[in-house]
């Protein structure tokens, strides 16, 4: 099954090659998502970390907001890592207008400080570690969730991680270590969803 799998990384900005690479070694076929047309191709997307407000607006100018938003619609998974999650959030503490409402969550920018603030935590996520060695970089934090989300990993009672359906949104960077456990319940999602509609 895994190599009939096709996903999508949103390749405007951030840490695509590094999502790519996970994919590689989890043996499934990752590309480069830059037109909308390719969009039509992949079984899930992950949306990496970058400056959002930059990614939001390339997100309009090629025209891909409208077919990520049908992407979902057709229940394909979609992943957002740090700055990926405030674009995939229905709320943003500091900005009224969301860029793709999709997750209902409300998350606040840079929530743990500058890019000197950056750190790294041992982090149990529910259904991937106990031990996930998380990398926050100038990382949003989700500051309230709807009844329909689950809270999947917090740190110091805050949380990180969330999962509401077929979305996935994490404050950190998962694919700034070896650690490829996230990539592999993305993508046990993707395979769930891809069965669902045979």
């Known amino acids: 099954m895994a190599g009939n799998i096709k996903v999508g990384v949103l390749a405007l900005q951030g840490a695509v ?25 992949v079984d899930g997307l992950i949306i990496p970390g970058g400056e959002s407000t930059a990614i939001g607006k390339l997100l309009r100018q090629y025209d891909l907001r409208e077919p990520i938003l049908d992407l979902h619609t057709k229940g394909k998974p979609i992943l957002g890592t740090c700055a990926g999650l405030i674009l995939i959030s229905k709320h943003i503490t500091e900005n009224s207008e969301p860029y793709l409402p999709l997750l209902d969550v409300t998350v606040q920018r840079n929530a743990f400080g500058r890019q000197v603030d950056s750190f790294e935590a041992d982090l149990p996520i529910k259904g991937v570690a106990e031990d996930f060695q998380a990398v926050f970089i100038r990382a949003p934090l989700i500051t309230e969730i709807g009844s329909d989300v689950e809270v999947l990993s917090t740190v110091s009672d805050q949380v990180v991680a969330v999962r509401q359906d077929n979305l996935l949104g994490i ?22 969803a891809i069965e669902k509609h045979l």
Do not use: C, N, W
């Not at 090659?17 to 191709?41: F, N, T, Y």
């Not at 404050?171 to 769930?192: C, G, I, N, Q």
């Open 17 to 41: 090659r590094e999502h790519i690479q996970i994919m590689d070694k989890l043996g499934v076929e990752a590309i480069s998502i830059k037109r909308k047309e390719q969009l039509a191709d």
């Open 171 to 192: 404050s950190f960077h998962p694919e700034l270590t070896d650690d490829a456990r996230l990539h592999a319940y993305f993508l046990s999602m993707v395979k769930k």
